[in-house]
Each structure stands twice: as structure tokens, then as C-alpha cells.
């Protein structure tokens, strides 16, 4: 079955930066479209970006020009440079496929605060 496990979450300041990791496996990584969502407390999972398996990336407008999304196709790895973050960006992120979902993750804490 699919796993994915995310990690590098964490707390920072507002305009600091993070990196996330999203590890894959039980799939043919190399040939699937991924993206990164998050979910604020008390809002909707949303899909913040994804990047196509050549690594053609796309970003929703709250994060575009902030974040940079990458993957490693050799180490079933993707990975999210957030830079500039902002108190609004507090969510615990996921990654997964554009559908049909596997099962999700536990997802990693990216707090941003003062």
C-alpha cells in the first residue's frame, strides 16, 4: 500500500523559512503527480501546489513566489521550500497524489509565530 510520510515541520518566525520532505512509497513515484496541501484549524484541507512527474510545478496564489516545490524522482522524495512565511501559513501540511487520494499521512506542524 501507499505511505507517505511528511516531516520538517516545525515553528518559526514570521519571515523565516522551512523545508518539508514528503517520502513515497507503494507507488511508482516517477510516474505521479504530487502535491502539497495544508489544513488551517477550523478550515478545509487545500492544495497549495503540485508538480507534474517531468517536474512542471504549480501554486495556488497564497503561495506563489514564497514557495517552491521540488522532487526527486531517484529517491521518491518531494520536497517544499517555504520562504517568507507568514502567521496564516500555520497549518499542518500533507502531501499526497492529485487523486485518487492515498491514505493520508500524518501530516507535519509548520507553525509561524512571534
Known amino acids: 500500500q501507499v505511505q507517505l510520510v511528511e516531516s520538517g515541520g516545525g515553528l518559526v518566525q514570521p519571515g523565516g523559512s522551512l523545508r518539508l520532505s514528503c517520502t513515497v512509497s507503494?507507488?511508482?513515484?516517477?510516474?505521479?503527480?504530487m502535491g502539497w496541501y495544508r489544513q488551517a484549524p477550523g478550515n478545509q484541507r487545500e492544495l497549495i501546489a503540485s508538480?507534474?512527474?517531468?517536474?512542471?510545478?504549480n501554486y495556488a496564489d497564497s503561495v506563489k513566489g514564497r514557495f517552491i516545490i521540488s522532487r526527486d524522482n531517484a529517491k521518491s522524495t518531494m520536497y517544499l521550500q517555504m520562504n517568507s512565511l507568514k502567521p496564516e501559513d500555520t497549518a499542518v501540511y500533507y502531501c499526497?497524489?492529485?487523486?485518487?487520494?492515498?491514505?493520508w499521512g500524518q501530516g507535519t506542524q509548520v507553525t509561524i509565530s512571534s
Open positions: 499526497n497524489t492529485l487523486g485518487p487520494f492515498a491514505s
Open positions: 507503494g507507488i511508482i513515484f516517477s510516474n505521479t503527480i
Open positions: 508538480i507534474t512527474n517531468g517536474g512542471r510545478p
